[in-house]
């Protein structure tokens, strides 16, 4: 009982560290000032905000979630629980995900975000709340429901990163979409060509591409270790059935 006391120490720790990183993360999305790179990159810094919250905070902290406290809680909170399976069902996760993403860079909603710090905190707390939805399916958080097989979750990857990808895609390529009133100084702004190109490649290369290579190499290696750890599983009690049928009689 001591080993195994002493072995799950550093595991506990391990998922301790990325529940506090997560966090950490999102804290520092939600605190960069606007103009840390000057006025010229704004949307840029926006797009940043944009990747950390809902791409990057999210996996962490549902990572470093304990499971079996976590249902628990929702065991006391049925209502709660059914909410959750319902909104990372894969398809409506993915509606909700992409829809957000798409409804907050319309040029009139951006104008608005953009001029307003209030409405900005909000639509950051929006990225974090959709991204932890999001990556639910990713990360076996069903709340009831059955997992989804390997070949369900890259669906749902694809399915799920082509629309930011377009997006992203499009901001790169399209002229200068967006102007905003700052009121801290009170001047009137316009997103450069090189901003918006900028913060279309961010979508586009780190939120698009090396998100769908990096989580698809995990899923397979996970996959990949499943399928060894089930053979080797089936080889022991093989070996262990040849033992008990060749033992001599007495």
């Known amino acids: 009982?001591?080993?195994?006391?002493?072995?799950?120490?550093?595991?506990?720790?391990?998922?301790?560290?990325?529940?506090?990183?997560?966090?950490?993360?999102?804290?520092?999305?939600?605190?960069?000032?606007m103009d840390i790179f000057g006025m010229s990159y704004m949307f840029s810094v926006h797009m940043s905000q944009h990747l950390l919250l809902s791409l990057v905070a999210p996996p962490l902290i549902l990572l470093g979630l304990h499971r079996e406290s976590l249902q628990n809680f929702l065991d006391r909170?049925?209502?709660?629980?059914?909410?959750?399976?319902?909104?990372?069902?894969p398809v409506v996760a993915s509606l909700i995900f992409n829809g957000n993403i798409w409804?907050?860079?319309?040029?009139?909603?951006?104008?608005?975000?953009?001029?307003?710090?209030?409405?900005?905190?909000?639509?950051?707390?929006?990225?974090?709340v959709t991204g932890f939805l999001f990556w639910c399916p990713l990360l076996g958080l069903t709340f009831g429901r059955k997992d989804l097989p390997l070949a369900g979750k890259l669906a749902y990857l694809f399915f799920?990163?082509?629309?930011?990808?377009?997006?992203?895609?499009?901001?790169?390529?399209?002229?200068?979409?967006?102007?905003?009133?700052?009121?801290?100084?009170?001047?009137?702004?316009?997103?450069?060509?090189?901003?918006?190109?900028?913060?279309?490649?961010?979508?586009?290369?780190?939120?698009?591409?090396f998100l769908l290579v990096v989580v698809t190499s995990v899923l397979f290696?996970?996959?990949?270790?499943?399928?060894?750890?089930?053979?080797?599983?089936?080889d022991r009690l093989l070996i262990e059935e040849e033992e008990q049928t060749s033992e001599p009689l007495v």
């Open 103 to 128: 409804l907050w860079h319309a040029p009139v909603l951006m104008r608005a975000m953009m001029s307003s710090a209030f409405i900005h905190d909000a639509t950051n707390l929006l990225y974090l």
């Open 77 to 89: 909170h049925s209502l709660l629980q059914r909410c959750l399976a319902l909104l990372t069902i």
């Open 160 to 209: 799920s990163d082509m629309p930011m990808m377009l997006l992203g895609a499009g901001m790169t390529f399209s002229p200068p979409l967006y102007t905003f009133t700052m009121s801290n100084p009170a001047m009137q702004m316009a997103v450069s060509a090189t901003d918006q190109q900028l913060g279309g490649l961010l979508m586009w290369v780190v939120g698009g591409v």
């Open 1 to 33: 009982m001591m080993r195994a006391s002493v072995r799950e120490k550093p595991l506990m720790g391990k998922w301790t560290i990325l529940l506090l990183v997560g966090w950490l993360i999102a804290i520092v999305a939600f605190l960069i000032p």
């Open 221 to 234: 290696l996970r996959w990949m270790l499943q399928q060894e750890k089930a053979q080797q599983e089936k």
